[in-house]
């Protein structure tokens, strides 16, 4: 199955945010729900299973100057098997201008049994613009070993690289659950955080959850394991406050 969604905001010149394109196709729809303080809220909201092996998905994202959107998914994404030797695929392309905003904040994307899946995050910032993005991996359903899923983010900043990040889990990605990876953690994520008016902070590790400002713009990045999805939302949650 392909599918290709679109999302472009503007601001409305009233310190507010208005949806100029709003387009989804099954199983990648989109919904605008009420949002606050003049950022444009939607839900990605699945319209079939999956992703299964073979889908193609895609979603481009285009904040205007001065607009600000919130993106949420309304359940977890559950990467399942499908045609032998296919892989399922879902591209996120994201333009953010100056003076804007995008917080990217969807549910997890779980790798069950016998999946092959690709996630991969492209996202261009112009200076001045302000980024929340999350990302979050559990490794297989409940009592079950995961499927083979690789999470690939790369972000510009004023044109330049600021972040090039990829993880791969499962039966085709050797070590990733020995000590220099996940440490037999089955769930784990991120948050990158870029913001011109917050504070630098210093590159921290407590426990299973690290801060790394990063050299290439006022960004942070923080990583993250846990036993859970519970416990890793509540990690990243308290890094996005």
Not at 37 to 53: M, S
Not at 68 to 91: Q, Y
Request: aromatic share 2%.
């Amino acid at each position: 199955m392909r599918a290709l969604a679109r999302l472009v905001a503007r601001a409305d010149g009233r310190g507010g945010t208005v949806l100029t394109e709003l387009h989804g196709e099954t199983p990648l729809l989109l919904r605008q729900t009420p949002g606050d303080g003049g950022v444009a809220t939607v839900h990605v909201v699945g319209g079939a299973a999956g992703p299964l092996a073979g889908d193609d998905l895609r979603l481009e994202i285009d904040v205007g100057p001065g607009a600000a959107v919130r993106v949420h998914s309304v359940a977890a994404s559950v990467a399942l098997p499908g045609r032998p030797g296919a892989v399922s695929r879902m591209a996120v392309r994201a333009v953010v201008h100056d003076g804007a905003a995008l917080h990217w904040l969807p549910e997890q994307l779980v790798a069950a049994a016998g999946c092959a899946h690709l996630a991969e995050s492209r996202i261009e910032l112009a200076a001045g613009a302000r980024l929340s993005w999350r990302d979050e991996l559990i490794c297989g359903r409940y009592g079950e070993a995961p499927g083979s899923a690789v999470v690939h983010t790369q972000v510009d900043y004023d044109g330049l690289p600021l972040l090039r990040q990829s993880l791969a889990v499962g039966p085709q990605a050797p070590g990733w659950a020995g000590p220099a990876v996940l440490g037999g953690a089955p769930a784990t994520g991120s948050l990158l955080v870029v913001d011109p008016s917050r504070p630098a902070q210093p590159a921290t590790a407590e426990g299973t959850v690290a801060r790394l400002p990063l050299a290439g713009g006022p960004a942070t990045l923080w990583t993250a394991t846990a036993p859970d999805a519970h416990t890793l939302r509540a990690h990243l949650t308290v890094c996005e406050e």
